[in-house]
């Protein structure tokens, strides 16, 4: 990049079954600088075709949703476009086996998510 230019922000796309849990995520990127929300769904299998459809670089998603269920979409996800980091959340703790087993970079208890975790977890995680 030249002087003065900055980085595009960061594409995320937002799963959860809960409407409402989908508004608190769509706050929350968006008071994250460098991130802007650019889909919202409410099952897995829609999170899949969301991926290859909107092209997000973030996704944060439940464990728990209909059909395919969050973990079972990370790991799809995971395996069609491995550059997607896959952030998993849930009211449950974290388990290290379900974040082992969906291939996603982060399990976090929907509790501690906030804009703070998150641009931590992008330093981290992303690219």
């Given at each position: 990049?030249?002087?003065g230019q900055t980085d595009p922000p960061v594409r995320v796309l937002l799963a959860d079954d809960q409407a409402v849990f989908r508004e608190v995520l769509r706050d929350v990127v968006l008071a994250t600088p460098g991130m802007t929300p650019v889909g919202e769904v409410d099952c897995g299998e829609a999170a899949v075709a969301a991926v290859e459809?909107?092209?997000?670089r973030l996704v944060i998603m439940d464990k728990r949703m209909p059909g395919i269920g969050g973990v079972e979409a990370a790991r799809r996800i995971r395996a069609l476009r491995p550059d997607v980091v896959v952030l998993l959340v849930s009211v449950e703790e974290?388990?290290?086996?379900?974040?082992?087993?969906?291939?996603?970079?982060?399990?976090?208890?929907?509790?501690?998510?906030?804009?703070?975790?998150?641009?931590?977890l992008w330093q981290t995680y992303g690219s």
């Amino acid at each position: 990049m030249t002087e003065g230019q900055t980085d595009p922000p960061v594409r995320v796309l937002l799963a959860d079954d809960q409407a409402v849990f989908r508004e608190v995520l769509r706050d929350v990127v968006l008071a994250t600088p460098g991130m802007t929300p650019v889909g919202e769904v409410d099952c897995g299998e829609a999170a899949v075709a969301a991926v290859e459809e909107l092209a997000p670089r973030l996704v944060i998603m439940d464990k728990r949703m209909p059909g395919i269920g969050g973990v079972e979409a990370a790991r799809r996800i995971r395996a069609l476009r491995p550059d997607v980091v896959v952030l998993l959340v849930s009211v449950e703790e974290p388990d290290q086996e379900v974040l082992d087993a969906s291939g996603a970079a982060a399990y976090l208890n929907k509790r501690q998510l906030s804009p703070r975790s998150l641009a931590q977890l992008w330093q981290t995680y992303g690219s």
